[in-house]
């Protein structure tokens, strides 16, 4: 088998599975006062604590939350909210159209219910918005900007974004900056003390860490609105009794992330381009999607023109090859990906698409097995869409 999906979800590690089978046993709400409490309360704290080194924040900007799709609808309805409330105006909402569906969604569910107005920035033909974009687009009106979110790094075509020139400008204008970072967390050097950033979102299942946990990163002079109401946990922007195994273990592989990226963004780096080179030795046409070089070292995102991703993802499966069409599909129902229409692809070509996202297992004998397999599915593919 070949694993070639880290994007989608990758294995944990070792040492984050110890830690979260040794606290499964231990019984202690984190909230409560008595030993067993407090108990947990010190694995909870030395777990933000660890978070916040390995991505240069404070121990206190660390906020829990049940992953990235939860930490993005508090960071865009949260910061909505607490903007509007100080100042009606601002009812304008900056955010690239080439953000993950947690994203994307909850910025489109603010338009809808709550009377915010969208405004998607433009993006080159990477993916990637400018910050001379993001400067156009807050200086039609300053004042009515209730806040900007772009992802770190694109999960589907690996684009880097310039962060902190984005950053950079919203701060000329003292607008708060929410990035996404799910896919740069452990790739990349992802310091949100250094960003400037007001918010920030990674998950522990991306990094090796356990599912269902994740963290926004909050500065301390933003308090979202709460989406989530309840005991009061968490700064009181986000209640609900802590998961203390699953911050144990998702604190041990967040420093183990941070300790290990440079190592493992040259050694991923390196097998991804000699993925590249598979491919486009075996099926000369198919176009790399993203920035050819600011990516993120673990994606290579592919194009087949007259294929259907759905088809070719299916024929790599039968091969043991298991990858991602890199879009999400609607109702069962492939789609072109809003990435790639965003970043000016034909729809057509915009539907042959092949994430292959690679890990901390990921092999050359992987890499081989798509050099066999690629070549014999792309003609099966195209002699399926002729047909
Ligand atoms: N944001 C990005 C960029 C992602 O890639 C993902 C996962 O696919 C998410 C958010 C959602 O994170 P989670 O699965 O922890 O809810």
């Known amino acids: 088998m070949a694993y070639l999906d880290h994007a989608a979800t990758t294995p944990m590690l070792p040492e984050a599975v110890e830690a979260m089978a040794a606290h499964l046993s231990v019984t202690g709400n984190a909230s409560s006062l008595h030993a067993a409490g407090r108990r947990a309360r010190r694995t909870v704290e030395e777990g933000r604590e660890a978070l916040a080194e390995a991505l240069g924040a404070r121990p206190s900007e660390v906020v829990f939350t049940s992953g990235g799709t939860e930490a993005d609808n508090l960071a865009v309805k949260g910061l909505y909210w607490s903007r509007l409330a100080e100042d009606p105006r601002r009812t304008r909402v900056l955010a690239s159209p080439v953000e993950h569906h947690a994203v994307l969604d909850a910025v489109d569910w603010l338009g809808t219910h709550e009377g915010a ?5 433009p993006v080159d033909g990477y993916g990637r918005v400018h910050p001379d974009a993001l400067r156009a687009a807050i200086e039609k009106d300053p004042s009515d900007v209730a806040l900007i979110t772009v992802m770190w790094a694109n999960n589907e075509i690996g684009t880097v974004m310039p962060v902190r020139g984005l950053v950079a400008v919203g701060a000329e204008f003292g607008i708060p900056v929410h990035a996404d970072a799910v896919q740069a967390f452990g790739q990349l050097d992802v310091d949100f003390g250094a960003s400037g950033l007001a918010a920030m ?18 500065g301390r002079a933003h308090t979202p609105v709460p989406v989530l109401h309840g005991g009061g946990q968490e700064r009181h922007v986000r209640s609900g009794t802590l998961d203390v195994p699953a911050v144990a273990a998702f604190a041990v592989a967040g420093r183990l992330a941070a300790e290990r990226r440079v190592d493992f963004a040259r050694e991923v780096g390196a097998l991804r381009d000699e993925l590249v080179k ?12 993203g920035d050819p070089a600011d990516r993120l070292p673990a994606n290579a995102h592919f194009s087949f023109p007259g294929c259907e991703g759905d088809a070719l993802l299916l024929l790599l499966d039968a091969q043991g090859i298991e990858c991602s069409t ?27 698409t092949l994430r292959f996202s690679l890990g901390h297992t990921s092999t050359a004998a992987d890499v081989d097995a798509v050099r066999r397999a690629i070549g014999p599915a792309v003609d099966r593919a195209r002699t399926a869409g002729l047909m």
């Open 278 to 289: 598979a491919v486009h030795d075996v099926v000369p046409d198919a176009v790399l999607g």
């Open 117 to 121: 107005r969208i405004e998607y920035l």
């Open 201 to 218: 979102t990674v998950s522990g299942h991306k990094i090796g860490g356990p599912y269902g946990i994740g963290a926004l990163l909050l």
């Open 326 to 352: 890199g879009s999400a599909c609607t109702a069962g129902i492939a789609q072109p990906s809003h990435v790639l229409l965003a970043a000016g692809s034909d729809p057509d070509l915009a539907r042959g």
